[in-house]
């Protein structure tokens, strides 16, 4: 037996599979779920969850949302312990209907009365079956398929020749954006234009991630966008605009960030889209990124500030950028203040 073709969990029998995420090779579910392949989906797992209770309003309508996405996660589950590719199929018969009732009775009752959008006390009501039902499905890539397709509000004039920027809904616009003559004296480095490709890169690909809902886990998307950015984390230069996208990519290869996407052309389209859309696409794609910041710096460093060690979030928050300071939070916010300031002193311009 060739050493190449063992699974590279067990290293006794010759591997039939591959992580889709950290691409590991392996045999059987068993060795997918061995303790050596846990830590492949913790750091966005919570992430995940999050999106899922926290996508709709109505109590009733969060209720049954929960439990059909955990019923169809049962369901494959059970499938995949017989056949990893295999696809959840329906209930074939009568008996399994009623079980399936009598299932969906069940959850009901145990999410009846809470807040959905409360993660911990989410967690807290379900079963260990659930539970790793769940994270089988984040570890095996298929939760993706759970959620509906996110369409970004830049790709909405990206089918027609001429859309009117008044008949798009774009994120709002910070006010009272400051001159720019008056925080910068000198004559503003070349490399500022690149740079801004790399931060409005990083923007499309976090609010994508988190399918539109970057607000809604503030501290969890401020980690993920400057992760992803090297201009906001490190103070990195770019020679050009394409070496300041594709700088999105490597950086989460590098630091095993997961991304919406496995193509580097679908990032650079969606920042392509965002830049062609005008200096309005442009300020509104800061803007969201600066209040996002903004409400994330609130959240985890303000006096009204929850930290919290529970179950939830000691198993699976994020680890990217650990070291994200309040200091360090605030020279990036004062960043793009400047890269605001930068875009809007020239409003007749067009050209980033």
Not at 18 to 45: G, M, R
Not at 170 to 181: G, L
Not at 182 to 209: D, G, R
Request: aromatic fraction near 10%.
């Amino acid at each position: 037996m060739s050493s190449s073709n063992l699974c590279n969990i067990c290293k006794n029998n010759d591997f039939k599979y591959s992580c889709p995420k950290c691409n590991i090779l392996y045999c059987s579910l068993a060795c997918y779920k061995s303790p050596q392949h846990q830590k492949c989906s913790e750091e966005f797992y919570r992430k995940c969850v999050e999106d899922e209770i926290s996508a709709t309003s109505n109590p009733t309508e969060d209720v049954k949302k929960m439990y059909d996405i955990l019923n169809r996660l049962n369901q494959q589950f059970e499938e995949d312990e017989f056949d990893l590719n295999a696809q959840p199929t329906e209930l074939d018969s009568d008996d399994e209907a009623v079980d399936a009732e009598d299932e969906e009775d069940d959850m009901a009752s145990r999410l009846e009365g809470i807040d959905i959008n409360d993660s911990e006390e989410i967690w807290k009501r379900l079963t260990d079956v659930e539970k790793k039902d769940f994270q089988f499905q984040i570890e095996n890539g298929d939760i993706v398929k759970l959620v509906p397709k996110y369409s970004p509000w830049w790709s909405a004039h990206s089918n027609k020749l001429v859309v009117p920027i008044s008949d798009i809904s774009i994120p709002e616009i910070c006010d009272s954006i400051p001159v720019f003559s008056k925080i910068y004296k000198k004559e503003p480095p070349s490399c500022i234009h690149n740079n801004l490709w790399n931060v409005i890169a990083a923007y499309a690909t976090t609010v994508k991630y988190f399918n539109g809902e970057h607000k809604t886990n503030p501290w969890e998307a401020t980690k993920y966008l400057v992760a992803l950015s090297a201009n906001l984390r490190k103070n990195a230069n770019f020679p050009d605009a394409d070496q300041a996208v594709v700088s999105i990519q490597i950086e989460a290869l590098t630091e095993g960030i997961p991304l919406p996407c496995d193509e580097f052309v679908e990032i650079e389209k969606d920042c392509r889209q965002i830049v062609s859309g005008g200096i309005e696409f442009k300020l509104a794609a800061l803007s969201d990124t600066l209040n996002t910041l903004k409400i994330a710096k609130d959240q985890q460093f303000g006096k009204n500030s929850k930290q919290t060690d529970s179950e939830f979030n000691q198993r699976f928050e994020s680890h990217l950028v650990s070291d994200l300071s309040k200091s360090s939070l605030n020279l990036i916010i004062k960043k793009l203040e400047f890269y605001l300031s930068f875009v809007n002193k020239d409003s007749h311009k067009d050209q980033v």
